[in-house]
């Protein structure tokens, strides 16, 4: 993807005049100006800043963008980046984000505006996607640099970038190479052009060469500060993803809007219970709807009190807890069984302050409609005057106190208002049952349910079903009827390849789905060589995408081969190779994953409607939001809010949500970011390590390969 490149050459006397400000001292030194907490994000439809865009979203940074493709786009004067308010002067954004260094044609008096208001009000730039020369502070990578792939590269964070904006890494930033024949990153890699005040940032080796060439980096030039980046990318790819909260971090100056923290929980669904295992020569699951006319003889999966001491261990080497997501009617069911003997409920039990825990009905019993399940796929059963028959709101009812009471006497450590219910039934399905079942809300309000698991891949949004809203949880393909890993494997291949190949042939009926295999994976090395790596990478994405929803998998994946700890331990194990002690993940119950749910969409309504101001004036910042609003921010470390710490210590700096009364919040910044930074600016004062914690509330632009569940 090469662009041409324009600049615009002039004096700084020109910038000023360009934006009809008075040149020199006389210039509002007494009256510190006013800059608002809000990012300019210039686009030309690229990948690169729609990523910027997307992690302002994601983070709830307010953001205004100016689309150079559309006609009816304002113009970039002075008038439209800067004005007053009160008599003092107003920068309307603390930051620009352009495609390029200079994305507008030569001479263009835009490009002289925005040179002028970055001066004027010491507001930076970043250059999302830029080639390599002077007018960026780098050398043409024809003199000695490289122009190319670096799919598989393995960048390095500089001192200065670790001291910088990027100190919340420990260092690598490897570079996707999921395809052997798609291109997935282009680059320019070169070294500071001769005299230019250039700090690389982030760096690779020039390939044929011992040295090394920046891919992000500081340019800083006629009063101006540029990030200067030489890679396309997209808002998908693990490297932007690693580099986009020091990118907004560069920009702002560390003081924004919204906040970004790494997330993962794992929910266990099914525990005391057992799963029914993958038949490798029928292709269904015995005891399961799939497999037509009770075929097979079922042989279920449970684990075992060594799964329990391996669980443990597991999560003590981690530094994680397990969300156990029970049916109490397991374990019953099993002492009937077995002359009152329940190993496996009785160790869970002595262990239960080890995990946290989430009621998932008494017997895993299906809550939606009434199933016929003589026929693949099942269908909802009918009254005579055609409508769906419903399971009724006394066994819901059932079902969720009943197992809540089990639990009680269990003494399992609940929160009683979290309810996760079998298979997400009750909710719609699709295509078979396309609405929820009346009867679920009200039972959800017998019982005090305010929070209500939902499956993401077929209901993603929050939404409320009566008193309660959804949490929507990550499906990993890690199969619930599979115990061992050439079980797991022989699934796969029948799911994903073709009839020709032995397989069900959904990939040839929908060929939009993106898992389907060339050819079918060997069951002694397909789990680890091809699905493991592949899981691994899809919810590692997610950790690092903001995004705090749960996944989930199956008691099942704990027992036998353990199928779920590979996938588990790559998403840490490679988390912690990549970041410092000070960017913990961050592993929160179910109760506060909804809650931060909840507060990020009521936020970003009041940004969408305009309810919200906040600006800088010197160490002060002002936040006026409506009465009840939950406000989030990003700020340095020694913060305050009303005299008070604010915030708790994330990357480096210190974020959180405060309630609004109406008033305006108005935080004080530690003195030694009152003026914007000449260089690279120096780490927050609260770096101090943390665990991971339970804190409530020609380029191919490809999209990693994700599976679909």
Known sequence: ??????????????????????????????????????????????PATDAIAAELDAAGTPYTEVDLTNSDRPTIDAAFLADTVDGRPRARFQAV??????PFATGSAEM????????????????????????????????GGYSGSIDGVRAQVTAAGKAGPFGYLDGAVPFEDNSSTVGESYAYLS???????????????????????????????????????????????????????GIVEWMTGGVHLGASRNYFAVHVDDVFAADDRWDTRLDCTPGDVDCAGAAGAPSPIRMTPADVDYATAWQ?????????????????????????????????????????????????????????????PWTCQTNADGSTKWVDRATIDHEIATNRAWGQVAGLPLQTDELVTGEHSGLRILPQQPQDNPYLAPALADDGVKWLASDNSRDPAQRRVGPATT??????????????????????????????????????????????????????T??????????????????????????FIHQSNLAEDRLAYPVLSGVLDGYDALFADNTPVVNLRMKDIGTELQRRAAWKGALTAGQVTAYR?????????????????????????????????YAGEVSGWTVSDGNALTYTLPSATTAPAAGPRAKAAATATAPRTEVPAGVSEQVPFTPDH
């Open 1 to 46: 993807m090469k662009r041409t490149i324009r600049t615009t050459a002039l004096t700084v006397g020109a910038l000023v005049g360009a934006l009809g400000l008075q040149a020199g001292p006389a210039q509002a030194d007494t009256t510190a100006p006013r800059i608002d907490l809000r990012v300019l994000v210039v686009s030309d439809g690229g």
């Open 97 to 102: 984000v352009l495609p390029d260094d200079n």
């Open 112 to 143: 002289a505006a925005l040179s002028a208001y970055e001066q004027t009000y010491a507001v930076p730039q970043v250059d999302a996607y830029t080639y390599a020369r002077p007018q960026a502070g780098l050398q043409v990578p024809t003199s």
């Open 191 to 245: 070294s500071p052009a001769p005299g230019a005040d250039f700090t690389p940032y982030v760096q690779a080796p020039i390939p044929g060469t011992t040295t090394q060439g920046s891919l992000v980096g500081e340019y800083r030039h006629e009063g101006r500060r540029e990030l200067v980046v030489t890679f396309v990318y997209n808002q998908y790819q693990q490297q932007f993803r690693l580099l986009a909260r």
């Open 316 to 376: 003590d080497s981690h530094d994680f807890t397990l969300d156990l997501v029970y049916n109490g009617s397991g374990s019953v069911d099993q002492r009937e069984d077995n002359d009152g003997v329940d190993l496996l409920a009785d160790k869970l039990i002595a262990d239960r302050d080890r995990f946290r825990w989430v009621n998932h009905t008494y017997t895993h019993a299906f809550l939606g409609c009434e199933q016929n399940v003589t026929v693949v």
């Open 471 to 524: 949490v929507s949880r990550y499906p990993m393909n890690v199969f619930y009827n599979a115990g061992h890993a050439a079980e797991q494997v022989d699934e796969y291949n029948w799911l994903y390849t073709s009839r020709a190949q032995g397989g069900s042939g959904i990939c040839e009926d929908n060929p939009a789905t993106t898992t389907c295999l060339p050819a079918p994976l060997d069951t002694a």
């Open 526 to 551: 397909g789990y680890g060589d091809y699905i493991v790596p592949l899981e691994t990478r899809t919810a590692l994405g997610h950790v690092l995408s903001n995004d705090p929803k749960p996944h």
């Open 617 to 649: 004036i010197g160490d002060t910042v002002t936040v006026q939001a409506p009465d009840g609003t939950d406000v989030t921010a990003t700020l340095p470390g020694g913060t305050t809010l009303g005299g008070n710490a604010f915030g708790s210590a």
